[in-house]
């Protein structure tokens, strides 16, 4: 059986416009977004990628799956950096679906990231992994998940997850920013100093998790 977590945070979707013209947090009728959406799937699997497009597609959801195979292509992607650079063809998006265990940078290294970067608060990450392991659920909740869901074993269980996702974070968006986003030193160090301080506190150990490289 599939299962769901969510943090507070994901109580509140929280997705505001960016309008300048609109600083109250006004939402206007042009900042309503209309479908398909976008949806980034970091996941290094690509039977669960093809099990997922199937899902979506059986359940009638048209929206736009973007894959990337790694954590360190999610942030290149989510940056805008090279070969992620055109915004026509690797629109932003407005839903992360994260693999918690990938090469590279694993999924805790891309919420941690996410988390030190203010500019990418309004974008909903969903952990879609196949751990059980209720320290998982904890840490990637702690460190901004809004919600932890468990792959399922067959299709029928994946086509209820994925309507659940849609009608819970792909509901009445209002437009987040596609202008975007890159890098600094100063995120480099903000995002080690905030992730050694997590893991810490948590008593977790992920190998390798700040080993971010230098994106310049």
């Known amino acids: 059986m599939w299962h769901y977590r969510a943090s507070r945070a994901g109580d509140k ?11 109250r947090g006004l939402t206007t009728q042009s900042d309503i977004m209309i479908e398909p959406y976008c949806i980034l799937v970091a996941e290094d699997e690509d039977v669960d990628v093809f099990l997922l497009r199937r899902a979506f597609r059986r359940a009638g959801l048209s929206h736009n799956l973007m894959h990337v195979p790694d954590g360190e292509k999610t942030i290149q ?8 650079d055109d915004r026509v063809k690797y629109p932003f998006p407005q839903l992360l679906l994260l693999d ?20 990418m608060h309004d974008l909903p990450a969903v952990v879609l992994s196949s751990s059980p ?28 997850i994925v309507k659940n996702i849609s009608e819970r974070w ?3 968006l209002v437009a987040v920013p596609s202008g975007i986003r ?26 390798g998790l700040l080993a ?5």
């Open 170 to 172: 792909l509901t009445n």
């Open 13 to 23: 979707l929280g997705i505001i416009s960016a309008n300048s013209k609109n600083r």
């Open 133 to 160: 392991l209720e320290s998982d659920v904890k840490m990637a909740e702690k460190l901004g998940a809004r919600q932890f869901l468990t792959k399922p074993n067959d299709l029928d269980e994946m086509i209820a």
């Open 182 to 207: 890159s890098f600094s030193a100063t995120d480099n160090l903000s995002w080690a100093a905030f992730m050694s301080e997590e893991v810490s506190s948590a008593g977790v150990k992920t190998p």
């Open 77 to 84: 992607y989510l940056t805008g950096r090279p070969p992620f």
């Open 100 to 119: 918690l265990k990938m090469p590279k940078l694993n999924g805790f290294d891309v919420l941690a990231w996410l988390a030190g970067r203010p500019d």
């Open 212 to 216: 971010l490289p230098d994106p310049r």
